[in-house]
């Protein structure tokens, strides 16, 4: 049974700094792309960023291009996501997610298996 677990969700002020992780289990994860995507109430699943299997390639939303960081360790089965200079509008429920392929990996229905989520808020 795949498991994705997300931890490092929390309050924090406007300009400060969260590290999020995704712990996965019962899947090959050195075979999965991984992505992080955020939801607020009354909206669709957003992207935010992705990794491909080795960590060669990553992608991000434009909205967090320069202030979050993706990043996995294969041996320890878990993805980060290092978010800096954070916005009221970050504010959401962030959810790692897995892709069976290699490479970008943006469109949600591309990802088959999701977390529970972690909140994220953002004071001003």
């Known amino acids: 049974q795949v498991q994705l677990v997300e931890s490092g969700g929390g309050l924090v002020q406007a300009g400060g700094s969260l590290r999020l992780s995704c712990a996965a289990s019962g899947l090959t994860f050195n075979r999965y792309t991984m992505g992080w995507f955020r939801q607020t109430p009354g909206n669709e699943r957003e992207f935010v960023a992705t990794?491909?299997?080795?960590?060669?390639?990553?992608y991000y939303a434009g909205s967090v291009k320069g202030r979050f960081t993706i990043s996995r360790e294969n041996a320890k089965n878990t993805v980060y996501l290092e978010m800096n200079s954070l916005k009221p509008d970050d504010t959401a429920v962030y959810y790692c997610?897995?892709?069976?392929?290699?490479?970008?990996?943006?469109?949600?229905?591309?990802?088959?298996?999701w977390g529970q989520g972690t909140q994220v808020t953002v004071s001003s």
């Open positions: 990794i491909s299997w080795s960590g060669g390639s990553r």
């Open positions: 997610a897995a892709a069976p392929k290699d490479g970008i990996v943006v469109p949600v229905t591309d990802y088959t298996h």
